[in-house]
C-alpha cells in the first residue's frame, strides 16, 4: 500500500512539475520572443517523460500484481489506465488549445497581417515588413502563405569575412538601432528582394580589433557577393593600418552611372581610402597655419579665366577671402565664422583643394574614385532625400545618411572637386552643395578651376594604383549637355521627308513557329516565331507571351527592352517576370529581337550610346521597322485585337518618340525611365526632331533621382517638347532613382491603358 502511495505521488509530482514548467517555458518565450515551437517540443518531453514513470513506477511490480489476487490485480490496472486517461486527456487539452491559438494567429494573419506586410513591402519598408512576417513564421513555419510573404520580405544569402568571426548587424536607414544577425561564416536571411535597385538598408560588420565596415546597401548586392570569390567578400582591416577618419573601399570594377559624361570604359581600381567626410574649416585651418598658401610647391600651375597662366605671386591674390587674407572666399580675416569648424569648407578653388590635398599627402578623387565610393548603382533614391539640399551648410556627418562605402555628404552640403579635367579646361566637381537641386548627386558637373562658389569644397584619398590606371581613372573627359528649349520643331515638309525613311513596301511576313506554347507559370505561356524584317534578306525573331486565363481575342502590348538587350546575346531566357503584370491582367505581350539586340547585335552597333554616325541612325530606323512589322504580325493573328500598345523601359522609353511619330497603328504608349540624351545625333535617329509629331497619348513614369537621365535636365524638357496637351499626356515621378516602384507602376500602367 505504501508502494502504491510512493507511486501516486510520483506521478503526481510529474504532473505538478510538468505544468509548472509549461507556465515558466511560456513566460520565457513572451519576454524574450523565443521559437513558439518550443512548447511543443517541450510537451512532446513531458509524454516522452510520463511513459518513462510509468515504466518505472509500475512494471517492477507486474510480477507482485500477478501473484495476487485478481481483485488486487484489476484494481491496480485501472489506476494506471485512469491515470494514462488523465494525462492523456490534459496533454490533448493543451495541445487543442495550442491549436486553438494557431487558428487564431492564422485567422489574423490572413485577414489584417497580411494586407499590412503587402502595404509595408510596396513602400518597400521591408525591414518592418520581414520583422512582421517574422511574428506569424515562428508561430507558422509551415504555412505556405507565411512562406510566401518570407520570400516576398527577405533572402537567404551566404556572409563571410575576412577574418572570420565577425558580427553582422543590419539596420533602418533613419534609425539608430542595429539588429544583430550573427557571427561570419553566415547563412542567414536579410530583409529585401534580389535587386540591386530596391530595399536599401545599413549594413556593419564588426570584430575587435578591426574597423567596422559599415555601408549603404542591399541583399541583392550582398546576395551577388555570394556568388564571387572569397577574396572578394568583406575583408576588414587592422586597427592599426586604418587611415584616420577616412574609409576603405575595396578593389574591384568601378563603372559609371552618369548620363553625361562621355564613353567612359569600367575600369579595375585597386583598394583606397576616402575621407569619411568632407574637408572641414577646421581642417583647413591647420594648412592655412603651416603655410600652405606660402609652399609654391604645393600648387599646380594655375590658369586663369581668359586661359592664361598665372604666376604663382599673381595667383596668391586671387586666393583670398572677404578681409584680402588668403583663405576661402566664404572666410574672413583669415578664419571661419564662429562655430563652424566641423562645417565643411567651401569657396575654394580647385587649385587650393589640390593644394591642401598635397600638403596632407593625398589627392583629389577621379571620377571613377568618387563615384563608387558614393554608390553602387541606385541609391540615389535614399541618399538624396536624406542628405542636405536644405539651402543652408551643415556641420559634416549631421545628415545621419551613409553612400555605398560608409562616406557622409557625398551628396549635398559641399561640392566636391575631382581630378579629372573636361576637354573645355574645366574640372570635375561633382555630388551638389546645401543650395542645389537633389538630381546634382547623380549628374557630373564641370567648373573652372579658379571658380570659388559659397558650396564648393571637396575630400580626398589615398591610392596605391599604378600610373597606368591613374592615366585611366584621371582621364580627359567631355560633358554632354544641350539646351533642349532652344530646338525648333521641323516643319512638315522635313517631317515627311524622315518618316519616308521608317515606310517600306507591303510584303507578306511568312511565319515560322519556332517554338510553341512553352510553359513559364501558371499564368502565362511563351511562343517564338519568325517573320520576314522590313529589310534586307533578315528574319524577325518575335517572343510572344500569351496569357492562359483569359479567353481571346487579347490587346496587345509590344515592348521595346532597355539597353541591356544589347549587350546580351542570348534571348533564349526571356520570361518576362518583370512585366508579368500584362499577361495577368489579360493582355497579350510581344517583345521582338529588335536588329542590334539580343542575337541580332553586331559589331558596328556596339551599344546604346546616341553617336552621329549614320550607322546609328540607320540603326533606329531598322528597330522602328522591327516595331511595324510586329504589327504586321498581330494584324494577321485571330487571337491578337488590333488594339497596340507601346511599352518601352529605359533605352525602349528613350526612343518612344521615333517609334510613335513613325507609326501610326499605336493605340497609346508608356515611356519608363525615360529623358533625352544629350549627345548629338544625326535628325532621323534623333528623338526629339520628332518630339513634335506625336499625336497618342504618353504616359511617362519616372524617377526624380534617376542617374541616366536627370529629372531636370533630361526628363522634364522631354515631357515639355511632347507636343500634347494634358490630360493626352501625363508624367508621374517617384522618390526613386531609375527603377519606380514596380507595384506602383504596374497600376498605373493599367489604368491608362484601360482609360
Sequence with gaps: MKNKTNQTKLIASYFAASFGLLQIIDIIIDRFALPVIIINYFLYAIVIGFVGILFYSYLPSLGEIRK?????????????????LIFTLSISNIFLFRESNLSEVREEAYTVGFKKIDDLIESENYIKAFSTVLEYYEQLPNDSLVLEKLNL???????????????VYYKHLDSNEWTYVGETPLVTRLPGVNSWA???????????DYADYTSLTNVG??????QQKVSNFYELTPLAKVQKNMVRVPGGNARLFVSELGDLNVIELNSYWIDKYEVTNAD???????????NESLWAEIIDQEGTIVSWNDAMELFIDQSGLNGPSTWSNGTYQQNQENYPVTGVSWFEANAYAKWANKTLPSIYHWYKAAMYWGESSVISPRSNFSGVPSEVGNYNVLSAYGCYDMAGNAREWGTNPHKNGNRSIMGGGYDDGTYYFTDNFSQHPINRYKT???????????????????????TFQRDFYSYKPISDEVFNIYNGMFKYDSAPINTKVIKDSISINEVWYKKVVEIDAAYGQERLPLNIFIPKNTSPPFKTVIYVPGSGSITSRNSQNLTANRIGFLMRSGYALIW??????????????PNYVENASKIYADQMIMMVKDYSRAIDYVE??????????????????????LFLANENRIKKAVWQVAGLGARETRPEGSPLTFLSRINVPVLMLNGIYDQYFPFETSQKPMYDLLSLNEPLKKMITYESAHSPPANQTSKEILKWFKQ
Design 68 to 84: 495476487s489476487s485478481d481483485q488486487k490485480s484489476k484494481k491496480s490496472l485501472l489506476t494506471v489506465s485512469a491515470m494514462v
Design 153 to 167: 520580405t527577405s533572402v537567404e544569402t551566404d556572409i563571410r569575412s575576412k577574418p572570420e568571426g565577425a558580427k
Design 198 to 208: 530596391r530595399g536599401y538598408i545599413n549594413f556593419k560588420i564588426t570584430k575587435d
Design 221 to 226: 548586392f550582398i546576395k551577388s557577393l555570394s
Design 284 to 294: 583647413f585651418q591647420k594648412f592655412i597655419d603651416e603655410g600652405g598658401y606660402k
Design 456 to 478: 564648393n569644397g571637396f575630400r580626398c584619398v589615398i591610392t596605391s594604383e599604378d600610373t597606368k590606371t591613374l592615366a585611366s581613372a584621371d582621364t580627359l573627359i567631355q
Design 592 to 605: 521582338p529581337v529588335y536588329k542590334g539586340t539580343y542575337e541580332r547585335g553586331y559589331s558596328e552597333f
Design 636 to 657: 494577321q493573328q485571330e487571337n491578337l485585337l488590333n488594339d497596340v500598345y507601346y511599352y518601352g523601359i529605359s533605352w525602349g522609353g528613350m526612343l518612344g518618340p
